[in-house]
């Protein structure tokens, strides 16, 4: 079974502009997550998506947003890109409840200069 | 809020020895995970525990869930080259409709052939 890939790997934007990210969840999983990973805040939630909905959301800014496709691929979008954006973009899948396993993509790093 | 307190930061160690981390935490929870990050790649999850007081190995890895539910420690023995990485202790948490996971900030492992 195929895991979780995310795209692009690495991307390089400058301040002020948006940014759109992209991950497809293992085959059958109905649960995306998003994190961002960076060295002092450490790995942080964006937010879940289920069966297209968005079921929680982290403490993130408004420029953060995502939704998820009904094949249960799912993007995140940032607008108004700031340096400290800055970070790994990770997407998790898991099929959906509290104790099933996440599953990880490799993630997204994203520079802004 | 919530949060994984993981101590060490940062383990320097020769190959073959054993290491422990540990990660507590002030709230309740009923799932650890413990996960290991390569460079440049998403965490893998390398131990799952669902039960106050459940001893679980995999392999070399030995991890337990705190008698507490408030606590959980990871053990590698005789470690080798390739178990360097970052490992993270992580819960689930119920968030709104669904769920996030609340990771600690990391235990960064080093080992000398």
């Known amino acids: 079974k195929a895991g979780v890939t995310q795209t692009p790997r690495y991307l390089i934007k400058t301040r002020g502009q948006q940014v759109t990210l992209s991950c497809s969840p293992i085959?059958?999983?109905?649960?995306v997550s998003w994190y961002q990973q960076t060295p002092g805040q450490g790995l942080q939630f964006l937010f879940e998506?289920?069966?297209?909905?968005?079921?929680n959301k982290g403490n993130f800014p408004g420029r953060f947003s995502g939704r998820q496709f009904s094949n249960s691929r799912s993007e995140m979008n940032v607008s108004t890109l700031e340096l400290g954006d800055s970070a790994l973009y990770l997407c998790?899948?898991?099929?959906?409840?509290?104790?099933?396993?996440?599953?990880f993509g490799p993630g997204t790093r994203l520079l802004v200069l | 809020g919530q949060q994984l307190n993981q101590s060490p930061q940062s383990m320097f160690i020769q190959e073959g020895e054993d290491v422990s981390m540990n990660c507590t935490s002030s709230?309740?929870?009923?799932?650890w995970l413990w996960y290991k990050q390569d460079p440049g790649e998403g965490p893998v999850l390398l131990i799952a525990?669902?039960?106050?007081?459940e001893l679980t190995s995999n392999g070399r890895l030995t991890a337990q869930f705190g008698i507490t539910r408030k606590d959980s420690f990871l053990n590698i023995s005789a470690s080798i080259p390739s178990d360097v990485g970052i490992y993270f202790c992580?819960?689930?948490?119920?968030?709104?409709?669904?769920?996030?996971?609340?990771f600690g900030a990391g235990t960064r492992l080093f080992v000398k052939a």
């Open positions: 992580a819960v689930p948490a119920p968030d709104g409709g669904g769920f996030k996971t609340i």
């Open positions: 525990l669902y039960k106050a007081g």
């Open positions: 709230s309740i929870f009923n799932t």
């Open positions: 085959s059958g999983h109905r649960s």
């Open positions: 998506y289920f069966s297209e909905t968005q079921r």
């Open positions: 998790a899948s898991s099929l959906g409840r509290v104790r099933e396993t996440q599953y």
